[in-house]
Each structure stands twice: as C-alpha cells, then as structure tokens.
C-alpha cells in the first residue's frame, strides 16, 4: 500500500543521555573523546534534519515525560519523582504519581485525528489506574515498563535500576503489555529469562533493548499505511544499571584503538550509546523500506541531561553540571528534528531559539491539525474547584513552533522559560537560585579512574529511597555536600549570560551593571512558584504490592482496575506461593506507619557505615583489571 498523505510521527526518547556523549557534540575526530562517542546514525539525522541546539527538559526524568505526553511545563503536571505506588484516596484526579488522570495526553489527541498510535520502552508517567498507563493516555498499544528502571535482563526493579527499595521490597517483575487483546505482565519466558546475560552473541535476545527494538520494528512493518502513525519509542538506555551485550563492549573497544578505557562505567556507557545509536539506524531504515520516511517527522531528544553520579557515568563537557541540577548540564538536552517530511531548505540547519519539553505536544497537534486545548482537563476542575482539591493547569506548548524550527526563524518564541522553581531563562539571561548538586565541569573523559579511585572525589547518587523516605548517604551534612559536589546560590541567585558564556563559569550576579536583570528575573521565577502544581500524591500503597501478588508478581494498575486484566495470569511455583504467603504477613507488619518510620530511622543511621561503602564499591572500578562482564559492577 502507498503512504498516506497524512504526516506520521515518530518520537524517540533516550534516557539520561549526556551532552558530551553525543557525537556532534565532539570536536576532534581524531581524540579517544570521540571515538568512544560513536553515534553514526544520530550525525546523520543531524545532518538531514534540524538540531534544536537550546531544547529544555526538566532535571530528572518522570518530570519531563509527564511534560511531553501532557504539553504542560514539568512544574504544571509533575515536578516530583515519587515512586509509582503512591496513592491518595481523597484525591482521585491527582492523588497519584504521573500525569493526573484528567489531563488529555498526546496520544488521545492524536488518536481523535485518525492516528494509529503504539507506545514500546519507559512510561514513568503513572500506573496507578488504568486510566494512568499509556493505553488509557490513547496508544493502542504498550510494551515496556513502569518505573524509572528496571533490569535490562532479569526485568526486575532492584535497587540497582531505581536507587530505592519501595514498600514492595523491589519484588516484581516491570514488563508490561497492553493491546486489544490481552492486558497484564508479559508471560513469554524468553522475554523475562536473563540467561542471556553473559553471552557473547551479537544481539542476546533477552536483552531487554532487544525486545524493545524488536516491538518497534514489528510495529513500523505491520503498520497499514491508510492511517498516520505515532509511534513513541522510549528507549531504557542510557539509565543505570549500566547493562549491555558483552559484543558492545568488545566493539567499542576496537573502535578506540589504539586507546583504552581506564573506566569500567565509562566504557559500559560508551557500548550503551553505541547500541542505542545502531537502534535508531534500523527503526530508519524500516520507516524508508515501509515507504513512510518521506512524509514521516522522527523527533528525537533526551529527557535530562547525563548524570554526574556513579554509577550513572553520563558525560555533558564542555557545559556545567548534570541530572538533577538546574545547570545547563543537567536541562540543556539533546534534540533533533528530521525526517522526509522536514523542508529541503532547512536540512542540516541549527534552530537556536528556545525549545521546551513541553512543545512537543503542541507541535505534534498542530502537526495533526487538532487543538492545543485540553477540554477534559477544564471539564474536571469545575468539580475539583467544589471539592477544594488542586484544579489542573492547561497545556504551556507554544503555538507555531514546529513552523519555527522548519523554518529556522531566528524569532524566540519563548520569551521567558522556566527550568524549575530554582532557574529561569530570559534570554540570553539565566538565573539560578538556592543549592544544586553536581555543580562540576567535567573533562572529556569521564569519569575515569581517578574518579573512582579517590574516596574523597567520588559523586554520590542523592536520590535514593526507602519506601517513600529520602536516605542520605551521609549523617554528615559537610561529608554529603562535598560528595554531590553542591554548590549554594542563595535565594539572590547566581546570573549568567549563556550565549557568551554557555558554561555558566561567570557568575555575574554581583555586577553592578546586572542589578535590574537580576531583579527582573527573581520576580519572573517567583511569579512562576505561584503556579506550582504541587497536588498530595500521597504515600506508598500496600493494596499496589498486595494486587501485584495477584496478578502472578508485576508492577501494574491496583485502583479501580475492574475487567482491566484480561488475564492469562503466571503461575506461581509450589515454592513461590508459600513466599507469596510469608510476604503477605510480611507486608502486613510492614505498612503499619510507625514501622516504616522506625525501619527508615534505623536504616539512616547504619546506611553510611553499613551499606554505602559496598554500594559505592561495586558502582565502578578502574581498568584494565576486569574488562569483561555486562555491568560496570565489581565482581
């Protein structure tokens, strides 16, 4: 069948992608740098597409995603990274992690246009109720998962994927499928075995980018091309744990020859940008064998910027700071447009005005030829607004923006951009307020032994949980500071100029000439505080972990489920069922409030003499002295 007439879409998402490991953004061809940056088919979608060279996400993930499918900014929808267990019974629009179920998600609106529309990879956009997950945000379909992470093999969400142990003691399976037919955890025991894990093939079929691929491609070559598709391919990669095929770690050792990794992490995260890129290279070239390329726009951006920490290993030289800060390291992302559909003219073109997260939204309705409004959404706050429960803001996508960037006007369209409720952009003028973590520069090659070897230097994770509680990884307030390499602007604010001064290395607060910049934008960041969507989420559910018992061990919807699970359901072992039985008791003596407070207050004070120094130890290591291995774990 012919293509139609109609524009597909095709988003590509990656998962804590760095500044610095993107190959366009490498300048000697020649340097150990770039060979270990080896992103082929990306470079090309730059060079017959459009670069959005200043494209804003939020600092973390589960903010931004929320902000693409719902086209409100991060602060409107989802500023919170909770786990997706939380439930608040007395708010039943809002009272979860995610989007709040009212809000009209891009699929929906593309769907009413006459859009097919599939969903494979990360979610991190709510589970609670069916309603939350993709096929109620509108995709016709989904295979991936829920959290932040999970396993690349085993499927699982440990603490190794996520930082956090929540009230379900990280025990389930996060595979997910939902289509016409069958909703519920993905029973194929090819698709959850990890006894692929080490093997030297090319591509293991276990390996869980390997699934996703595979989805994706099945998707693109079934697609009956009398209807536009959007599809939304949400990569894992490059999120810890830092996983992949033995054969990409071989491969990227050949390509740097004759240079080597002196860092486990780095050289897994270098295999794992290769892998991703190579991904990207066949859903391509399905799209152009399908006859679909030429009128198809393939969005591809990051979702933050890479993460300084270990065992994150993301990399953003030459700019300041990564996930988690408001610096241009962790919210300056990389992001593409291109595609058959993308003028002529405009290929290989630089859009450089600003870019939020949340345009897509807008871009792709307009794209479609439907409204930007969210009727559903103000249909909902006439009775939140009776019941005194936080009303829902409409969607902040820009109108005209995908015309903008195809036309590479030089017009910004976004006069102000708020980054959080700490920075803000009036451009060429950034203000950043209160303290952030990782508020380095880094080198080329990072990081790299002397990262890891120097017990004083090492960056720490700061955002792991126990249940919904923040453990820090230090008692010592001057201790953990210095390990999360914070820095401290005060509620005055440290102002940069970023198109002179793109890394941020020239605080220019204090100058005389300043002073009325530095007012307007405190004005500007406190007039966005005051539009904060900050609904109570609540807390961590046990009926999440008791319904995933039920359902043969999955993370899944628990509220208002109904007929939603059409099931087959996995069998549990003779064995499995007496553990299910002792878990149950467990998480009845768990969940009790005073016991998951005095089992946090326990686990802060033994956690940074007790288990921090083996977390920290296993995170990475310095090489040659293992090369081998899928995990940037010491053995």
């Known amino acids: 069948a012919g293509a139609s007439t109609e524009t597909n879409i095709v988003v590509v998402l990656v998962d804590d992608w760095g500044w610095g490991n993107n190959g366009i953004h490498r300048e000697d061809p020649t340097s150990q740098a770039s060979l270990e940056t080896h992103t082929p088919n990306i470079d090309k979608l730059y060079e017959e597409g459009i670069e959005l060279d200043r494209h804003y996400a939020y600092k973390i993930c589960s903010p931004s995603r929320s902000s693409l499918q719902s086209g409100r900014h991060p602060d409107h929808v989802n500023p919170l990274n909770t786990g997706v267990i939380v439930n608040n019974p007395d708010d039943p629009v809002s009272g979860f992690q995610g989007i709040p179920r009212n809000m009209t ?7 009413g246009a006459g859009y097919k529309t599939h969903m494979v990879g990360k979610w991190d956009a709510g589970m609670a109720t069916p309603e939350h997950t993709p096929m109620g945000r509108g995709y016709d379909s989904f295979y991936g998962y829920f ?14 994927s996520t930082g956090d142990v929540d009230l379900c003691m990280n025990r389930f399976t996060d ?39 595979t989805k994706t491609l099945e998707i693109i070559n079934s697609h009956d091309t009398s209807a536009p598709l959007f599809h939304f391919h949400a990569f894992h990669l490059i999120h810890t744990p830092l996983e992949v095929p033995n054969s990409y770690l071989k491969k990227v050792d050949e390509m740097i020859a004759p240079f080597e990794f002196d860092d486990a992490a780095r050289r897994n995260y270098s295999a794992m940008v290769y892998y991703m890129d190579e991904v990207v290279g066949e859903i391509v070239d399905a799209l152009k064998a399908k006859g679909m390329w030429d009128n198809t726009v393939l969005a591809l951006m990051a979702d933050n910027g890479g993460p300084l920490y270990l065992p994150g290993s993301g990399n953003n030289h030459p ?29 290989g073109g630089k859009y450089s ?19 930007i409004d969210d009727l559903k959404a103000e249909s909902a706050n006439d009775w939140l607004d009776e019941n005194n429960l936080p009303t829902l803001p409409p969607p902040d996508s820009v109108p005209g923006m995908f015309d903008s960037i195809t036309s590479l006007s030089t017009e910004n369209l976004h006069s102000v951009l708020p980054l959080s409720d ?28 002397t ?9 720490w994770h700061n955002d792991s949980h126990l249940f919904e509680f923040h453990i820090n990884w230090s008692n010592d307030e001057e201790e953990l500071f210095r390990h999360l390499w914070g820095e401290d602007c005060g509620d005055e604010g440290c102002l940069f100029n970023i198109e002179e001064d793109p890394a941020e290395a020239n605080n220019i607060a204090g100058d005389s000439n300043h002073i009325e910049t530095v007012t307007e934008l405190r004005g500007l960041l406190d007039d966005h505080r005051s539009t904060l969507f900050l609904p109570d989420r609540g807390n961590s559910d046990v009926k999440a972990c008791e319904h995933g018992v039920s359902i043969g061990g999955y993370y899944g919807p ?39 407070e005095e089992v946090f207050a326990i686990t802060q004070k033994i956690y940074p003499w007790v288990m921090r120094p083996p977390l920290v130890r296993s995170f990475d290591h310095c090489l040659p002295e293992q090369q081998e291995g899928g995990k940037a774990m010491a053995e």
């Open 105 to 111: 998600g891009i699929a929906e609106k593309l769907k």
């Open 147 to 160: 959290q932040h992470a999970n396993g690349y093999w085993n499927k699982q969400g440990h603490i190794e």
């Open 175 to 213: 595979l997910f499928m939902e289509n016409a037919t069958y909703r519920g955890g993905v029973l194929e025991s090819g698709e959850l075995d990890d006894s692929c894990s080490g093997s030297d093939e090319e591509d293991p079929s276990c390996y869980e980018e390997y699934l996703f691929k």
């Open 319 to 347: 700019l300041k700071g990564g996930k988690y800060s408001d610096w241009e390291g962790g919210v300056r992302t990389n992001a593409l447009i291109s595609g058959g559909y993308v003028p002529q003219e405009s290929r």
């Open 353 to 371: 005005g600003l870019v939020s997260i949340a345009d897509w939204y807008g871009m792709f309705a307009e794209l479609a030829g439907t409204s």
């Open 422 to 449: 700490q920075a803000i952009i009036k451009y060429p003028y950034k203000l950043v307020t209160g303290i952030h973590p990782y508020s380095n520069w880094t080198g080329e090659l990072f990081p790299n032994c």
């Open 451 to 459: 990262t890891v070897s120097d017990e004083n230097l090492v960056p």
């Open 558 to 596: 628990w509220v208002d489920v109904d007929d939603y699970y059409t099931g087959p359901f996995r069998e549990l072992t003779r064995k499995q069922k007496l553990l299910a039985n002792a878990y149950d008791e467990f998480l009845e003596v768990i969940s009790h409030p005073r016991i998951e």
